[in-house]
């Protein structure tokens, strides 16, 4: 097992290791087992999310939009802000910009409201989410 990051090519490691070796080599299978904060063992199949369809159980079986940008820094939002963001609109910092191209989750009481990038003194929305 190989606990990595994104980028490393995996293939080529095996092919490196086999030429260290002497010898050649290749992979003959290939297993992602996560990705970031996501783990094989909490997946559910597709004919399991297929099943479940457009039920309540299916919100519980699902892990929140939120879960996949936890790594991306989060701004916290006034309302005014927040309404700017959801009609596509950019926001004005007056002040403690982020750095010009920082990419940033817009919360609103800890609720996601759009990723969106600075350009060191305006947040441009990038994708506005309506959860």
Do not use: W
């Amino acid at each position: 097992m190989v606990g990595c990051g994104k980028g490393t090519y995996i293939r080529s490691l095996g092919r490196d290791l086999a030429q260290a070796l002497g010898t050649v080599g290749y992979l003959s299978a290939l297993r992602r087992t996560a990705a970031g904060p996501f783990r094989e063992e909490a997946a559910i199949s597709l004919s399991k999310l297929e099943a479940l369809g457009h039920i309540p159980p299916l919100l519980g079986a699902l892990a929140p939009v939120a879960t996949a940008l936890d790594d991306i820094p989060a701004l916290a939002m006034t309302e005014t802000q927040a309404n700017q963001l959801r009609q596509g609109q950019p926001v004005l910092l007056t002040r403690d910009a982020p750095p010009s191209g920082a990419l940033l989750r817009a919360e609103l009481e800890g609720k996601l409201v759009a990723l969106v990038r600075s350009d060191g003194t305006t947040l441009q929305p990038v994708r506005v989410f309506n959860l």
